[in-house]
């Protein structure tokens, strides 16, 4: 076999494999895509959980922030709490 004959085939042999891991890759993707289309990330908005828990999250933001109630709120954070703020960086419950 000459060697330009070898360097085709070669060639013919890199595109086949650069197909095969192509479609490998694709099929991946697609099969990725549609685990979460066909999964639910949130639950529903009539959910029972979810009504407490918007409930709950105005009357902690209603409290705390709005009324600036400093009791409710030094009640309901818990001691370890770390925060990042975006322009001081890092707080602990006391400089919260």
Known sequence: MSHTKILKLNRKLNICQ?????????LLT???M????????????DDQLFIEL??????FFEKAFNQCDLDYLEKHIANDLKFYHDQSGFQDKKSF
């Open 18 to 26: 650069k197909f095969k891991i192509m479609s490998k890759n694709i």
């Open 54 to 59: 918007k409930k709950q999250d105005s009357i």
């Open 34 to 45: 549609v685990f979460f289309f066909i999964s639910e990330a949130q639950i529903k908005k």
């Open 30 to 32: 697609s099969l990725i």
